[in-house]
């Protein structure tokens, strides 16, 4: 069964840092292709949108590859653990304008900044930012 668990979202004042994390069973990604594994977020009446996306090759020795929105370049961080199936959203100096849902979501091929390109999705983790 494919499955992507986030956690990690909650409530934080403006200029606070949040960690999420999405653990995938093994079913949800490749052992030998490309994977991908992105965040998007949608606030409250708005379209779902690309927040960051992390690209590796189990095969290669080569670097994983990051991506991040404009939006949040320079203040979130997205990595993975291997050993763990779980990649990671650093988010630091909150805004409140990063209020949303945050959505973790897989796929087996390069990567995508489009949600319509992930397969596989979690079921979300609220993250609020107060002014």
């Known amino acids: 069964q494919v499955q992507l668990v986030e956690s990690g979202g909650g409530l934080v004042q403006a200029g606070g840092s949040l960690r999420l994390s999405c653990a995938a069973s093994?079913?949800?990604?490749?052992?030998?292709?490309?994977?991908?594994m992105g965040w998007f977020r949608q606030a409250p009446g708005k379209e779902r949108e690309f927040v960051s996306a992390?690209?590796?090759?189990?095969?290669?020795?080569?670097?994983?590859?990051?991506y991040y929105a404009d939006s949040v370049k320079g203040r979130f961080t997205i990595s993975r653990d291997n050993a763990k199936n779980t990649v990671y959203l650093q988010m630091n100096s909150l805004k409140p304008e990063d209020t949303a849902v945050y959505y973790c979501?897989?796929?087996?091929?390069?990567?995508?900044?489009?949600?319509?390109?992930?397969?596989?999705w979690g079921q979300g983790t609220q993250v609020t930012v107060s002014s």
């Open positions: 979501a897989s796929r087996v091929g390069a990567v995508g900044a489009t949600q319509h390109e992930y397969p596989y």
């Open positions: 093994k079913r949800a990604l490749s052992a030998l292709s490309r994977n991908s």
């Open positions: 992390i690209t590796w090759s189990p095969s290669s020795w080569s670097a994983d590859n990051t």
